[in-house]
């Protein structure tokens, strides 16, 4: 069973919606699942802390308010479920203004609202890992670039191969504790202040 | 009396099919409420009337009576239904068209609707008592077998994480069709007898139930060296199975038969002035009859076949069943219910070993039931008096 699934319970569920009967059919649904939740509502100026799962009222206008708050929310946002009354263009809109995760049509029925939790905790989790994942394949990609660019100069200065200027990098590295980026990054440094030097 | 002087209210239970033995003894407990209330004057000077429907055990037919009962009836309470599959049918019409509908029925969980009052069991209430109960007795290494529809997965899942949580192991797994007959369940129990196994728990439903059971003795599977443990086979089963085939084998359930108490000896007596006999006389029939119980109690408070109405009467409502107390969840219109379990005697009765003291919250969103939850463990009743 996947573990979306059996942590279920430890999540904690805002709820961004006047408190009418639509809310309420949401917030006993939510307890019956066996979540935490909270109503937030008039919305607020700052998101509340410790919420995983937020549902949210969309309407043609909302979007407007939501953003903001969303926006200036320190640490990580929740994984957004939004609540739509109509399929029309201007609401569908705001799906993506507020980048929800996932949808439920109002009137609220209590079948559909763990899938859409679920739903929405899924791909914030995976987003989430393709963010890391992007960032960290980002940083590789410059180191890459920059011991390359070292590497070129130490074989442009010394008339040596690939290899050889690699090796270079890598004992300098070893002697002076610090990782073959740092060296690179200092050859190049070098290369260029030595560069603007020679033009006087 | 005409048709408007009455209260009527729709059933649809199966009478032919593979489900009919149980679901007829769910008619019968609906229509002996019927009997005890109508000859108790009534609600409100008006008798209660039952429509009833054989949907034959065919899944799509369940939902098309719905529909009847409601438009050409004109019928807005209906009590009906064993297997989530045909529950499944009747829900999205009852939510339509805003009915009221009871399902006396233990099922697997995972649902809600305004529209429905659960009367069985859901996992929590039975799945973790049981299973503390078979490891703590026979061992640890279970077996499954189930027929093939969403009850027994479900419910194999549940027990499956209960019985790990309690060091134990599934030692094989396998599903049958609904309609399985005796040859079916011989390469199964080849596969059993291998594997040997410390007890096998059945959610083999239905006619298959009884294949099975009597497939298993034939082989010389005997209850008392590797029980059949289940949450579904009850009285009706194990009178059709035969005390010999199923002397040893185990349900656990909210009600039994057996029970010994003031408000069942009234049940029973009731029901075998009714149907002549008791034989066929099980926890999905007492539920049936507690519900219609219920709803009559709701009914005569506010005095019109309202849905909103009856709703908020049912809500909260507790009731003095044959199995003990019982009361309706107000947060998930599921019940509260006792929960035992019991041993096939050499009479083919079902000898009540161990309670919960309580009645058990319905918790029936609950993924992962904790096999440690202590109001879950069931207390060893003393030979002398084993009530209820």
């Known amino acids: 069973m996947s573990d979306f699934i059996n942590n279920l319970r430890d999540l904690n569920v805002g709820v961004m919606h006047p408190r009418d009967k639509t809310a309420d059919a949401l917030l006993r649904q939510i307890h019956r699942i066996g979540c935490g939740f909270e109503s937030i509502w008039p919305i607020p100026s700052m998101l509340p802390e410790n919420i995983d799962i937020l549902f949210v009222d969309v309407d043609e206008t909302s979007p407007l308010e939501i953003k903001p708050i969303l926006s200036k929310h320190k640490g990580e946002l929740p994984a957004i479920v939004a609540m739509i009354e109509y399929e029309n263009p201007s609401v569908l809109e705001g799906l993506f203004e507020i980048k929800a995760n996932a949808v439920i049509t109002k009137p609220v029925r209590a079948a559909g609202v763990m899938s859409s939790i679920l739903m929405a905790r899924q791909f914030w989790s995976e987003q989430r890992r393709f963010d890391k994942e992007i960032s960290k394949i980002r940083a590789r990609l410059d180191n890459l670039q920059k011991l390359n660019d070292a590497k070129f100069i130490l074989m442009r200065h010394h008339g040596i191969d690939d290899k050889d200027a690699y090796a270079i990098i890598r004992k300098q590295a070893m002697a002076k504790r610090v990782t073959t980026v740092e060296i690179a990054q200092s050859i190049i440094n070098a290369d260029g202040i030595l560069r603007d030097f020679g033009k006087g | ?388």
């Open chain 2, 1 to 388: 009396m005409t048709k408007l002087d009455t209260w009527r209210v729709g059933i649809l239970f199966s009478t032919s099919g593979v489900t009919s033995i149980i679901e007829k003894s769910q008619l019968n407990g609906a229509l002996l409420a019927i009997d005890e209330i109508n000859s108790a004057g009534g609600v409100r000077g008006r008798t209660i009337e039952p429509v009833a429907y054989d949907p034959g055990s065919v899944v799509k037919r369940y939902g098309e009576l719905a529909e009847r009962l409601i438009v050409d009836d004109k019928i807005n309470v209906i009590f009906g239904c064993y297997m989530s599959s045909t529950r499944k049918e009747v829900l999205p019409i009852v939510e339509r068209r805003n009915a009221l509908f009871f399902y006396p029925t233990l099922y697997e969980g995972f649902e809600y609707s305004s529209n429905v009052m659960y009367g069985g069991a859901t996992p929590n209430q039975n799945s973790v008592p049981l299973a503390n109960y078979l490891m703590e007795t026979f061992g640890k290494r279970i077996y499954f077998v189930g027929s093939d529809y969403i009850y027994p997965r479900e419910s194999n899942r549940v027990m499956r994480n209960v019985i790990r949580q309690g060091g134990g192991e599934v030692v094989g797994e396998e599903y049958v069709p609904l309609t399985a007959g005796v040859a079916r369940f011989k390469s199964v129990i080849s596969n059993i007898q291998k594997v040997k196994p410390d007890a096998i728990f059945s959610t083999v439903v239905g006619q298959g139930c009884i294949n099975f059971y009597s497939a298993y003795h034939k082989a010389g599977g005997r209850g008392i060296e590797c029980p059949i443990a289940s949450l579904t086979t009850n009285e009706g089963e194990i009178a059709e199975i035969g005390a010999e085939a199923s002397v040893g084998h185990i349900t656990a359930a909210p009600y039994f038969r057996s029970i010994d108490s003031e408000a069942n000896r009234k049940f029973l007596d009731s029901y075998r002035n009714k149907f002549g006999t008791i034989s066929d006389v099980t926890s999905c029939c007492e539920a049936s009859y507690c519900q219609m119980h219920m709803f009559a109690r709701a009914l005569s408070e506010c005095g019109e076949l309202d849905t909103d109405a009856l709703r908020d009467a049912l809500l909260g409502m507790t009731f003095q069943a044959p199995q003990g107390e019982i009361k309706i969840d107000p947060d998930n219109n599921h019940t509260y219910l006792q929960s035992r379990i019991a041993i096939v005697d050499e009479n083919g009765e079902f000898d009540i070993k161990n309670m919960v003291r309580h009645m058990i919250k319905p918790d029936p969103y609950l993924v992962y039931p904790e096999i440690d939850d202590w109001s879950l463990r069931t207390l060893e009743i003393a030979e002398r008096h084993r009530s209820g």
